[in-house]
């Protein structure tokens, strides 16, 4: 027997058996609309036209509960750089990827928005796929970035489509997920944080898309342990009722839905699960179960490019 922690789950999990879900919280996060979001956090025009994008209120929330002043916040896939945006004005450093000439426009002219406005730390915008985050180009990224937030992109390449769309299939942006978390995991520094966002979606029939669980199943086999499922609200609380801030074109899709004899409703909020080191994970559910934890239990991880990395290990 050892007094060493468990971790969250046995690495690898055993055959058939799925990772737990954690405890779920809700952020109060819609309480503007969209346009005011975008205007208040000083994005440009056509921002909105990124409908996979991060809002504001969402990004801002999350960088301010799972990062501080000075970190290093990386958005693999930044759309129009909502994430940018909020980390500069958080007084955060930002670090966005985007391999859509569109969207890197964009989120170029969003980082220079929020300089003008006074944000003093570094941003930049490369235009580059997530992959290239494990070549010797991202060297210098490893174990410094304080949290990596994405959002899972299901849109159509067509920009002009803004509405959700029921029979959208989301496993090929699943399948690119699984391989950007695997870039991310050596980027993160000791106590950093991995989160994603996704936005609500349909079968043909109706019913709700089960994204959780290949995400969650993902994250795992990336070697990162969940740590927070939270609901981020879109829509505003007013009282004891929620209202949604819905676009004109999302309510006649969704009128258009109901037409044709599918039942869905109106978004009201954004999935958020956030990830951990896995042994970043073990020595926090030590802390919190009062049991010491050994300097010989450290882990130092493999070289990558040949070079030791000091901040990889995870001193107790």
């Known amino acids: ?13 055993p055959p058939g058996e799925e990772p737990p879900v954690p405890p779920l919280s809700v952020w109060p996060t819609g309480q503007r609309d969209p346009a005011a979001q975008l205007r208040d956090s000083g ?21 301010a509960t799972y990062t501080r002043p000075g970190d290093l916040v990386l ?35 969003n980082i220079t928005a929020a300089k003008t406005a006074g944000a003093w730390r570094d941003g930049s915008v490369l235009d580059a796929r997530p992959k290239v985050l494990a070549t010797i180009r991202a060297a210098g990224l490893v174990g410094r970035v304080g949290l990596v937030l994405t959002s899972l ?17 989301p496993d090929s942006a699943i399948a690119e997920l699984v391989a950007t978390l695997a870039y991310c995991e050596p980027l993160l520094r000791s106590g950093g944080h991995l989160a994603v966002v996704t936005r609500p979606l349909r079968h043909p029939d109706g019913s709700l898309v089960d994204l959780t669980t290949p995400l969650l199943s993902a994250a795992t086999a ?72 050994s300097p010989e239990d450290d882990v130092i991880r493999p070289a990558v490019n040949g070079v030791e990395y000091p901040g990889w290990r995870r001193a107790a």
């Open 153 to 169: 992109r299901t849109a159509p390449e067509n920009p002009k489509d803004r509405a959700p769309s029921p029979d959208r299939d």
């Open 75 to 109: 958005d693999p896939d930044c759309g129009a750089g909502t994430v940018l945006t909020a980390a500069l004005r958080a007084s955060r450093h930002a670090l966005g990827l985007t391999a859509r000439a569109r969207w890197w426009t964009l989120a170029r002219a």
């Open 222 to 293: 990336a070697g990162l342990a969940p740590v927070d499922r939270c609901v981020a609200l879109t829509a505003g609380l007013r009282g004891n009722r929620l209202v949604t801030h819905a676009s004109l074109s999302e309510r006649r899709a969704v009128a258009r839905a109901r037409a044709a004899g599918t039942s869905t409703a109106l978004t009201a909020h954004r999935e958020v699960l956030v990830f951990q080191l896995a042994h970043d994970a073990e020595l926090s559910a030590a802390a919190v179960a009062g049991i010491p934890w």
């Open 1 to 13: 027997m050892t007094d060493r922690p468990t971790s969250p789950w046995p690495l690898p999990l």
């Open 43 to 63: 994005c440009v025009p056509g921002t909105d036209a990124d409908i996979d994008r991060i809002p504001p209120a969402v990004a801002a929330y999350a960088i």
